[in-house]
C-alpha cells in the first residue's frame, strides 16, 4: 500500500509539471506563447495554401520557416 501511495504520489507532481514546458501543440495556444506562435504558422498556411494563385512550394517554405522561427519543427515535417 505504502509504495502505491508514493508512485501515486510521484505521477501527481509529474502531471502539474508537464504543463510548464512549453509545447508545439496548437491546440494549447490558450496556455502557451510557443503554441500561439505554431498556430499563426498554421494559420497562414492554411490561408495560403487554399488561394488558387499561390505557389505551393513557397507556401510550404514559409510554413517550414515560420515553424522553425517558433521552435517547433516538428509540425511541418509531413509537408
Known amino acids: 500500500m505504502k509504495k ?3 508512485m501515486t504520489a510521484a505521477l501527481l507532481v509529474a502531471g502539474m509539471i ?3 514546458f512549453a ?6 495556444a490558450d496556455e502557451d506563447k ?6 499563426k504558422c ?3 498556411y492554411l490561408a495560403r495554401k487554399m488561394n488558387y494563385a499561390s505557389n505551393p512550394a ?5 510554413k517550414k520557416a515560420c515553424d522553425a522561427a517558433c521552435g ?8
Open 34 to 39: 510557443q503554441a500561439k506562435c505554431a498556430e
Open 58 to 62: 513557397e507556401v510550404i517554405a514559409n
Open 23 to 28: 509545447d508545439c501543440d496548437v491546440h494549447k
Open 42 to 44: 498554421d494559420d497562414e
Open 4 to 6: 502505491l501511495a508514493i
Open 72 to 79: 517547433c519543427p516538428q509540425n511541418s515535417k509531413g509537408l
Open 18 to 20: 508537464s504543463p510548464a
